[in-house]
């Protein structure tokens, strides 16, 4: 059974920039590809990104170009997402999801909250 | 970037009777991968349908999608209390996925 475990809340200056975490086990990490998703307070999905770790050159929805960076570390099975200058509208619930016929396991979400 | 629409935005039906919700896409989702999603409140996202139409590991039997090209659908055949929450589809025929707004299910 795969597993997506998320690191925790983060509250952030605007701005400033944040790294989230998603730790995956029960899966092939190398060849799964991995997904971050976000959800503004009271709105719908939104995709910012995967990558396929194997291959390591990620794919990123054109509105966040330029502000998001997702990696992932093979020897961990940790996939990062860092998003950088940071505005209030940031503020979100940021989810990990593998990626295989549709996102079929999700991290917990890590609550994001930009807030001066 | 594929759009995607979802309609109605909110659906209101009593226990029992048969929901129809749809998604438009901008253009054609290639191989119709085409997913839908259940999320409650508080809650990550749940697959239920992949590839517009095959149902995702321990998804009842009363969820079924179906659909081509730019109109999809999701059926779920007699509503059961649990089901009313909202529903996403997503578009992953392109290497830039994107979302629908959602259809909110609510009790009438």
């Known amino acids: 059974q795969v597993q997506l475990v998320q690191s925790g809340a983060e509250v952030k200056k605007p701005g400033s920039s944040v790294k989230v975490s998603c730790k995956a086990s029960?899966?092939?990490?190398?060849?799964?590809?991995l997904s971050w998703v976000r959800q503004a307070p009271g709105q719908g999905l939104e995709w910012m990104g995967g990558?396929?770790?194997?291959?390591?050159?990620?794919d990123y929805a054109q509105k966040f170009q330029g502000r998001v960076k997702i990696t992932a570390d093979e020897s961990t099975t940790t996939a990062y997402l860092e998003l950088s200058s940071l505005r209030y509208e940031d503020t979100a619930v940021y989810f990990c999801?593998?990626?295989?016929?549709?996102?079929?396991?999700w991290g917990q979400g890590t609550l994001v909250t930009v807030s001066s | 970037e594929i759009v995607l629409t979802q309609s109605p935005g909110t659906l209101s039906l009593s226990p029992g009777e048969r929901a129809t919700l749809s998604c438009r896409a901008s253009?054609?989702?290639?191989?119709?991968?085409l997913a839908w999603y259940q999320q409650k409140p508080g809650q990550a996202p749940r697959l239920l349908i992949y590839?517009?139409?095959g149902r995702a590991t321990g998804i009842p039997d009363r969820f079924s999608g179906s659909g081509s090209g730019t109109d999809f659908t999701l059926t779920i055949s007699r509503l059961e209390p649990e089901d009313f929450a909202v529903y996403y589809c997503?578009?992953?025929?392109?290497?830039?996925?994107?979302f629908g707004q959602g259809t909110k299910l609510e009790i009438k």
């Open positions: 999801a593998r990626d295989q016929k549709g996102f079929d396991f």
């Open positions: 997503q578009q992953y025929g392109t290497s830039l996925y994107t």
């Open positions: 253009q054609t989702v290639s191989s119709n991968y």
């Open positions: 029960g899966g092939t990490f190398s060849s799964d590809a």
């Open positions: 590839g517009a139409s």
């Open positions: 990558i396929i770790p194997i291959f390591g050159t990620p």
